[in-house]
């Protein structure tokens, strides 16, 4: 079956400006969780849903960043103001509920970069 | 935090020939997974283990858990050019995975 997608799969914007990924799960996966790598790191914990509600936001990295998942299936990460920082590959994986010690399948990434 | 920490960082093999990488930690690790990512792809799970002593293998691929459960390596016999990626260790609490920094691998043909 279809794996994980995020669109767009590569984002050019400039500071300042406000941008959204987008992640598609896998079917029937109830948890999600995004990761954002930077250049020569391994991935890091940003925010993990189960279901519609945010489990845990703890590694978000400061208020200019927020993600929604309305319907339980399709996320949303959306960063505002963005900061030359900003610039990583932000990935999303998903498992099928959460459960402890569960496979987590990851997509392609969107990789963004703030100029 | 909870960190793991990864050896080498880079590793530049012949073909053929073996390769090993360590995933260490100050604290014990409920489990231990590890992922494989191609140049310009994404992590793509291996295997995960739980059980102290454990040793699983793949094909040519041989990972263990340390006794005390705060190692772990992976090793690959026999490299090829196929093996070429960075090779990361992540802790799993519950849902939430920690990853080290990983291993690059590169592969003369």
């Known amino acids: 079956g279809a794996g994980v997608s995020q669109t767009p799969s590569n984002k050019v914007t400039e500071k300042g400006k406000y941008v959204e990924l987008r992640c598609d799960p896998i079917?029937?996966?109830?948890?999600l969780y995004w990761y954002r790598q930077s250049l020569g790191q391994g991935p890091e914990f940003l925010i993990y849903?189960?279901?519609?509600?945010?489990?845990?936001d703890s590694g978000l990295p400061n208020d200019r960043f927020f993600a929604v998942r309305p319907e339980g299936s399709v996320s949303t990460l959306k960063i505002q103001r963005t900061e030359r920082g900003d610039s990583a590959v932000y990935l999303c994986?998903?498992?099928?509920?959460?459960?402890?010690?569960?496979?987590?399948?990851f997509g392609p990434g969107t990789r963004l970069l703030v100029l | 935090g909870q960190q793991v920490m990864q050896i080498p960082q880079y590793q530049h093999v012949q073909e053929g020939e073996d390769f090993t990488t360590y995933c260490n930690s100050s604290t014990t690790l409920s489990n231990i997974q590890w992922y494989k990512q191609r140049p310009g792809g994404h992590p793509v799970f291996l295997i995960q283990l739980v059980k102290s002593g454990e040793v699983k293998k793949q094909k040519r691929l041989t990972f263990q858990f340390g006794e005390a459960k705060k190692n772990s390596s992976l090793h690959i016999t026999a490299t090829q050019t196929t093996d070429v990626g960075t090779y990361f260790c992540?802790?799993?609490?519950?849902?939430?995975?920690?990853f080290g920094k990983g291993t690059l691998l590169t592969v003369n043909p």
């Open positions: 992540a802790r799993g609490s519950n849902y939430k995975l920690t």
């Open positions: 994986a998903s498992s099928l509920d959460g459960g402890a010690w569960e496979t987590q399948y």
């Open positions: 849903f189960q279901g519609t509600g945010a489990a845990d």
């Open positions: 079917s029937g996966h109830t948890a």
